[in-house]
Nanobody
Framework: VQLQASGGGSVQPGESLRLSCVVS??????????IGWFRQAPGKEREGLGC????????NYEESVKGRFAISRDDAKNTMYLHLSRLEPEDTAVYYC????????????????WGQGTLVTVSS
């Protein structure tokens, strides 16, 4: 299984970004996998943001990002997206996608396969 995250960049507060995660090694919509989005700011622990179950598309979000961040996917492209809106300087971090067999989880230790991360910088 391989994951490739992209879409990060530098934006101003209040702006939006869409991050992409191309996953190879399993078929979207089939299988008991989950895909999660995480971020890690300098000097902080990796934080779970949201996840999506591969079979039924059910999502779960960390409370602090509900309403601002949203996960979607394009099965034909084996790609998952993280839509970031109303970005704040505190959202500056490296964002990662991860996957493994199991239930949708916001805990990083439940995922064995990780993408390389994409940097999001929010500043004025």
């Amino acid at each position: 299984v391989q994951l490739q995250a992209s879409g990060g960049g530098s934006v101003q507060p209040g702006e939006s970004l869409r991050l992409s995660c191309v996953v190879s090694g399993f078929t979207f919509g089939i299988g008991q996998d989950a895909i999660g989005w995480f971020r890690q700011a300098p000097g902080k622990e990796r934080e779970g943001l949201g996840c999506i179950s591969n079979d039924d598309g059910a999502t779960n979000y960390e409370e602090s990002v509900k309403g601002r961040f949203a996960i979607s996917r394009d099965d034909a492209k084996n790609t998952m997206y993280l839509h970031l809106s109303r970005l704040e300087p505190e959202d500056t971090a490296v964002y990662y996608c991860a996957t493994d067999i199991g239930l949708c989880s916001l805990s990083a230790i439940t995922y064995r396969y990780w993408g390389q991360g994409t940097l999001v910088t929010v500043s004025s």
